[in-house]
């Protein structure tokens, strides 16, 4: 990795600690795994708290992506929306909080 790669890795980190927040490959990461609270600002400067996944567990079969290869601009977290049924998407720039839903997580691990 490069000197320049790696100060923006760490400039990522840094500004993902200041935020409390996961870095966005981190919160890729989760989002696999758990179902998640985000609470970010929309465009138009509305704040908006979603629940959300990119978990197979949760996702229905007929929703879940067809072609796993395909990757989001960077920057853009698509998720599915656990409430609204349906795809959605954020900035990972306008992201303020992030929560694990624990009722979800404790059905995973009774299921299993």
Known sequence: MSAAAMRVDELKEFVADKKGIPTEEVLTKMLQEETLIVTFNKLDGDERIMTCTKSFKVIPEEHQPKDSNSKPKLGTVTVWDTNA?????????RVN?????????????EGN
Request: aromatic fraction near 28%.
């Open 85 to 93: 049924k349906g795809w959605r998407s954020f900035r990972y720039d």
């Open 97 to 109: 909080s992030v929560t694990v839903v624990e009722e979800y997580k404790n059905e995973w691990f």
